[in-house]
Every structure is written in C-alpha cells, then in structure tokens.
C-alpha cells in the first residue's frame, strides 16, 4: 500500500473515484454508440453492454483487492454494489423520473438477476466460495450470456433495409474511447484501492466493512451516472436495464473469477447480515416490477430511505 498522511490517502480516494467515474464514461459512451451502429435496441444495450461497461469498476477492485489485500474487499464491494445500485441507482433514477420496465428486461433478464442473487447466497453460506462455486457462476454466466445473444440475433433478423441504412456507422473514436476507458479504470481502481484500505484500516474499520461502503460506492458510481442520466433523457429502459445487467454481471462474472483466482471467505456477520440484505433489496426491486412495471417515484423515495438504513446499519 502506499505510504503517507490521511490528506494523500483522501486524495487518491478522491482521485480514485474520479478516474472510475470518466473511465466508465468513456467506456459507456464508446460501448453504447459501437453497440447502436450494429443495430441493438435501447433495452439490450443497457442490459448488456452499457451493464457490462459500468462493472468494469467492481471487476477490477474486487480482483485487484482480493489478490492484494483480502477477499473481503472483492466480496464486500460486490455485495454492497448490487445493494447501491437497487437502492440507491434505482432510487434516485425513479425520484428524478419515474421507470417504466421492459416487458423484455422483466421476463427474460430479471429471473437471472434473481438466480445471481440467490446462488451467491447459496454458494457463500458454507463460509466459503471456491473454485467449483467460482466455476457454477461462470457456467450461470455462460447461460445468461447464451440467452443474450439469442436475442441480439433474433433483433438483428428484424432489422429492415432501411433501418440498415439509418443506423450510424461505427467510428474509430469509439473503440478509442473503450481502451481509453479500460485504462482509466484499471488505474482509477488501484487508487480507490490504496487509499480508502489505508485511510479505514488506520482508522480500525474492517475489510469487509471498506468494500461494502467506500469501494460499493466508488464503483457504484458509473451505475448511478449511467442511470441518472438515462434518467434524464427519459431514457429507462438504460436505467433498468443497467442495473438488472450490473447486478447480475458483478456476481457472476466477478465474484465467479475472483472465487476461480483465488477463495473467498464469507464471514458469519456477512451471513447474517449482508446476505439478506442483499436477497431483501432484489426481492422487493422484483415485487415492484412485477406489481405494476413501473417504479415510481415513491417507489424511488423508499428504495432511497432503505439504502440509507442499511449503510447506518453497517456503522460499528
């Protein structure tokens, strides 16, 4: 870890976080556009690329923690991530406009949400995810990635001649804007690494305690900027499916290839708190969308209040 005052460990944090933050958006902006000129539709991308671009950040501080400093790092960072991004992305998306649900997102991309969710848990409750759990998510992976490009061929058949000919040509400036956006992620990660570990390990907090807050909410961060300003743009179909494709990216693919490099301790406290939590926040996102698909800005205001209890509830 790198040496230093609490000042320099804030500014890397600061640093950190602001590196993850334009990364993401090069990343995004660069996936989203390359993603359209091949003809995706609004609710694939967001599930899919845009989903998987924003969870670059809990790939790379979850690996780079959990071979470096501990897997708590990497298993707090991605259980308080998926928390952040039902509670705290969808809350603040649904206050600022209220999300109508794909009907495509709710039936075939929420039930592996759900399936993410609850093997994690399953995985995890021994104490321990290993290299055969790590191998049981990657295969989940592989068949939520199956059924995607199902469906990417079954939008690619539909396409007409002369929405072909609409469609935007793809441009070397977005593909620069994905490399240039990996890179800035990779550094942005180690910063946010170095310095939130030092300045709360110094300060007596746990590991398990630092993914869950500081990291969740760092790599959080390209999630609720993607969102929000889908948000905005009256665009929820990114918002939604953003964080349903985070959601089931980051416990997946994440946790799957952080549990192949190296085991994970699961810790009773995170059992017993954490766990649930986590199978609380996807069980009522799911019960809203089934309910009346749409989350409105009720819906919004509690899933918001809920994140911040359970943040005041990780306090020690």
Sequence with gaps: MLPGSPLVELLLIAGGVALLYAGAELLVAGARDLALAVGLKASTVGVTVVAFATTAPELFVSLLGAVTVS??????????????????????????????????????????????????????????????????????????????????????????????????????????????????????????????????????????????????LGTSLPELAASVVAAVRGEAEFSVGNVVGSNIYNILAVIGIVAVVTPIGVAPGVRSFEFPALLAFTAAIVGVMAYRERITRVDGAVLTVGYGVFVYLLLP
């Design 71 to 216: 897997t708590d790092i990497g298993l707090g960072a991605i259980v308080g991530s998926n928390i952040a991004n039902i509670g705290l992305v969808l809350g603040v998306s649904a206050l600022i406009r209220p999300l109508d649900v794909s009907d495509t997102v709710f039936r075939r991309d929420v039930p592996f949400m759900v399936l993410a969710a609850l093997l994690l848990v399953g995985l995890g409750w021994d104490g321990r995810v290993g290299l055969v759990d790590g191998v049981v998510l990657l295969a989940a992976l592989v068949a939520f990635t199956a059924a995607v490009l199902r469906r990417v061929q079954e939008n690619q058949s539909a396409i007409t001649d002369s929405e072909r000919d609409e469609m935007p040509d793809a441009k070397a400036r977005d593909a620069a804007a994905v490399v240039g956006g990996i890179v800035a992620l990779v550094l942005g990660s180690r910063w946010l690494i170095d310095g939130s570990e030092s300045l709360l390990a110094a300060a007596g907090f746990s590991d398990i305690f630092i993914g869950l807050t500081v990291l969740a």
